[in-house]
């Protein structure tokens, strides 16, 4: 009975602190359409960016079983997953529509250790058209982020994007629906 009542507990405690948040976030992206991933960052409106690497994605590259080459990271933010993975054997791309969070990437990691295996480039994920192929693309929110009808323009782009045997590696942003 007190697990049960602390679950309950926790769940309303995290729908009381993310639907605001939530909330907010998809109403500037929809509000501004041009520039609302930019107001997002400006605004500190990031559930997404956890401010350190993906925890997976560490243990993958920890293990060695990420392919080494070229690597992407579209929608990289504040750039903690390509710093995380670059190193002599991979050369990191992140990339990012928003300027505010490119900044503070370059900010970060300027003078990191591995600075000379990953650049922050300001692109269009849609547009964008790179002189080489990648062996690997991360994607950790960036598809679900992207409106429904994007999803084919997202898996046309990957597939041009990628080596045709590179891997990708795709995780969603795990938002829970609580009913109050």
């Keep these: 009975m007190a697990t049960e009542q602390m679950q309950g507990e926790t769940e309303e405690t995290a729908a009381t602190l993310l639907l605001p948040n939530l909330l ?3 109403e500037l992206i929809h509000s501004f359409p041009e520039d609302g991933w930019e107001k997002c960052w400006e605004q500190g409106l990031t559930p997404w ?3 350190k690497p993906t925890p997976i994605l560490q243990q993958l590259h920890q293990m060695g079983a990420l392919p080494k080459g070229r690597a992407l990271v579209p929608g990289c933010g504040t ?3 390509v710093v995380s ?15 505010i969070a490119l900044n503070r990437a ?6 990191s ?3 000379n295996h990953f650049i922050f480039l300001k692109e269009d994920f849609f547009t964008w058209h790179p002189t080489e192929l990648f062996d690997l693309i991360f994607d950790y929110t960036f598809f679900c982020a992207i409106e ?9 782009q990957m597939s041009g994007l990628l080596r ?3 891997e990708l590696i795709t995780l969603m942003f795990p938002v829970l629906i609580f009913t109050l």
Excluded: T
């Design 49 to 51: 960016d956890l401010g």
């Design 164 to 166: 045709p045997d590179g």
């Design 79 to 81: 750039g903690y997953d």
């Design 106 to 111: 370059v900010k970060l990691f300027s003078s």
């Design 113 to 115: 250790p591995n600075a």
């Design 148 to 156: 429904p009808e994007m999803r084919v323009a997202w898996a046309e």
């Design 85 to 99: 993975i670059a190193c002599p054997e991979r050369y990191v791309v992140g990339i990012d529509i928003s300027e």
């Design 24 to 26: 907010a976030f998809q």
